[in-house]
């Protein structure tokens, strides 16, 4: 398996408290993906990034920032935690989603073990 | 924007029987991945599965297959001789260029 690692695992915070989550891999790889997962929702693209410092917005962006300023590092940041952002977030990475002509390989993507999150 | 839609919230199927897990997506675009991935009360995702756009032949994975029509923008996932292993939430889940789009998942639980 990839070696990708998200911390905290479990996290209790309360309302209004700014809120870090961390993905790292040790893969090189270029992009990096933060989800959430919600019942009846299945996993919702929050913020993703495509290289050190280039990041873009999923459909669930709102109340979220991220950072990279590393290439194994990509930082999920709430600023100020709400309830409705209980959730539990994934961390995927993949080496290039490129579908480009030439650039069609074996890709795969990779996922963290997940960080169950609870706003009170 | 591309759209990922799984139609079956939840599935049963018997010990040893066959299911068929349904998937559409719509897009524009010519060349993609799909995938099916299963996660169990870990919440490890697993990759059970992938076909690339354009390929014609669909992909199988032991007892997993996929029936990929293209022109339909279906994607169905076969699971032949179910094992109580098997019982999962599945999600489908569409790649192209940056952004991978998932499905909202179907609990598939087997019985013995």
């Known amino acids: 398996d990839a070696g990708i690692t998200q911390s905290p695992r479990h996290k209790v915070t309360e309302t209004g408290t700014p809120v870090t989550l961390r993905c790292h891999q040790t893969?090189?790889?270029?992009?990096m993906y933060w989800y959430r997962q919600d019942p009846g929702h299945g996993l919702r693209l929050i913020h993703y990034?495509?290289?050190?410092?280039?990041?873009d917005k999923g459909e669930v962006s709102d109340g979220y920032s991220v950072s990279r300023s590393k290439t194994e590092d990509f930082l999920l940041t709430l600023e100020s935690a709400t309830s409705s952002q209980t959730s539990v977030y994934f961390c995927?990475?993949?080496?290039?989603?490129?579908?480009?002509?030439?650039?069609?390989?074996?890709?795969?993507?990779?996922f963290g073990s997940g960080t169950q999150l609870s706003v009170l | 924007a591309q759209t990922v839609t799984q139609s079956q919230p939840e599935m049963s199927v018997q010990e040893a029987e066959t299911v068929t897990l349904s998937c559409t997506y719509d897009?524009?675009?010519?060349?993609?991945?799909l995938f099916w991935y299963k996660q169990p009360p870990s919440r490890q995702m697993i990759l059970v599965i992938r076909?690339?756009?354009?390929?014609?032949q669909n992909a199988t994975e032991n007892r997993f297959s996929v029936n990929f029509q293209k022109a339909a923008k279906s994607f169905s996932l076969k699971i032949s001789d179910s094992q109580l292993g098997d019982t999962a939430m599945y999600f489908c889940?569409?790649?192209?260029?940056?952004?991978?789009?998932f499905g909202t998942g179907t609990r598939l639980q087997v019985f013995p």
């Open positions: 995927a990475i993949s080496r290039s989603p490129s579908t480009e002509m030439g650039q069609i390989g074996n890709e795969k993507l990779f």
């Open positions: 893969e090189n790889h270029r992009y």
């Open positions: 990034s495509y290289g050190v410092k280039d990041t």
């Open positions: 897009t524009s675009e010519n060349n993609y991945y």
């Open positions: 076909q690339e756009a354009y390929k014609q």
């Open positions: 889940a569409f790649l192209n260029t940056d952004k991978l789009i």
